[in-house]
Nanobody, 119 residues
Framework: QVRLVESGGDLVQPGGSLRLSCLGS????????MGWYRQAPGKQRELVVR???????KETDSVQGRFTISKDNAKNMVYLQMDSLKPEDTAVYFC?????????????WGQGTQVTVSS
């Protein structure tokens, strides 16, 4: 059974930092394209930042220069370092794993972790 478990969400003041973690089980994350998405109340889920198939990263404009994705293949974990947080970063953050090869497509999601940026 594949599971992605996020942790690290919290209440933080504007300008603060958080690091989210995503632990994969039943999955080898190095075989997948990993990413982070978020969903704010009343809004659609959106890409935050993800790795590309070539190992580079792609992020949404609003987090450029503030958020960084990284991974530790040995620990089967993916991280999201969030700096200079803003109230508009408030959302549930989801870890995502995607695999595509030929006609095979697999997508997995974690249950999400709440990030609230407020003074």
């Amino acid at each position: 059974q594949v599971r992605l478990v996020e942790s690290g969400g919290d209440l933080v003041q504007p300008g603060g930092s958080l690091r989210l973690s995503c632990l994969g089980s039943g999955i080898i994350i190095s075989n997948y394209v990993m990413g982070w998405y978020r969903q704010a109340p009343g809004k659609q889920r959106e890409l935050v930042v993800r790795f590309t198939s070539t190992g580079r990263t792609k992020e949404t404009d609003s987090v450029q220069g503030r958020f960084t994705i990284s991974k530790d293949n040995a620990k089967n974990m993916v991280y999201l370092q969030m700096d200079s947080l803003k109230p508009e970063d408030t959302a549930v953050y989801f870890c995502n794993a995607e695999f595509a090869a030929g006609s095979l497509r697999y997508t997995y999601w974690g249950q999400g972790t709440q990030v609230t940026v407020s003074s």
